[in-house]
């Protein structure tokens, strides 16, 4: 049965959105995608920036739709594309598309979310140049300013946030915290059940970390795995357990790069006034963010 998305999980990257779509599919009462990120409402700017993730994303509605096989149960439809909070005119789209969708957006200490970021696309080998390199050349720069937008823009939460409120109404959008989600897990899910007005009783299995990031224990290990290729390979042919074993042998968390302080200190300082007015807007006490 084909029914209409009414829930979106907007992002932002690296903040649980694809542990939380894992999860609520395991729930008889919510129809999820069954590709996740399908990217519908942002595929032009996506397109127009060619960014590096090699995606193929939908541009056709019916298409669209045909992610969503529901079954009688089924009440909330929903989807989760992290792309979608950033680019300024999505929102309207998905308020044309669906005036009486709810809006999911979960945010993470920005400093945090940035370097982890950088470290997931550095253990894909997407990124050649350092952390540190991508932010001083900042957001103009022909070679690193796309990563500079991914890494530190999209942690510029106040008018993106701002931008669902205004156009949806606070009714209609939950926010919560990456370290809610990650130490009250069950707390959050309740309440993002509540919202999605689900039944918030039922029980699956344990919330689970998606998207653990590592890196090749050498350079040519890193080189090799940034072929999509060979990605697509691995992941298709290799039964869980043997690709579990590949990457205990070949990869390692401690192969990825550091942040350093003076780094860190400098995210702090840029992040501080957005921060102080993200905290008034969402009514929410940030100051284990904005803390220096």
């Known amino acids: 049965m084909k029914l209409t998305p009414n829930f979106f999980i907007v992002g932002t990257p690296k903040a649980g959105t694809t542990a939380l779509h894992a999860y609520l599919q395991q729930h008889p009462q919510v129809c999820m995608s069954s590709e996740k990120e399908p990217n519908y409402f942002s595929h032009k700017e996506i397109a127009s920036q060619k960014l590096y993730y090699d995606k193929s994303n939908l ?12 079954n009688d149960l089924s009440i909330a ?5 992290v792309s979608y909070l950033f680019y300024p005119d999505v929102a309207k789209r998905i308020y044309n598309f669906n005036p009486n969708a709810k809006i999911i957006i979960s945010l993470r200490e920005p400093v945090a ?3 982890s970021h950088f470290q997931m696309d550095y253990g894909l080998g997407l ?13 103009d720069d022909a070679s690193t300013g796309i990563y500079y937008q991914q890494y530190v823009c999209l942690g510029e939460y106040y008018e993106q946030v701002k931008r669902y409120v205004e156009v949806f109404g606070r009714s209609q959008v939950l926010i919560f915290l990456h370290e809610n989600l990650i130490n009250n897990s069950s707390e959050t899910l309740v309440e993002i059940c509540k919202f999605l007005s689900i039944d918030p009783s039922l029980r699956f299995s344990e919330f689970q970390h998606q998207n653990v990031t590592a890196a090749g224990k050498n350079k040519f290990i890193r080189t090799l795995y940034s072929q999509k290729i060979i990605r697509k390979t691995l992941g298709f042919f290799l039964a869980d357990t043997i690709k579990l074993k590949v990457q205990k042998l070949f990869f390692s968390k401690k192969a990825l790069p550091s ?7 400098k995210l702090k300082n840029h992040y501080h006034s957005d921060l102080l007015k993200l905290q008034q807007l969402i009514g929410r006490d940030l100051s284990p963010w904005i803390a220096k």
């Open 127 to 139: 990124v050649k140049e350092s952390f540190d390199k991508i932010v001083e050349n900042g957001a």
């Open 59 to 70: 541009m056709n509605e019916h298409e669209y739709l045909s992610l969503f096989n529901c």
């Open 259 to 265: 942040l350093s302080i003076t780094m860190r200190d």
């Open 113 to 115: 979310r940035a370097f």
């Open 77 to 81: 439809v929903g989807e989760a594309s």
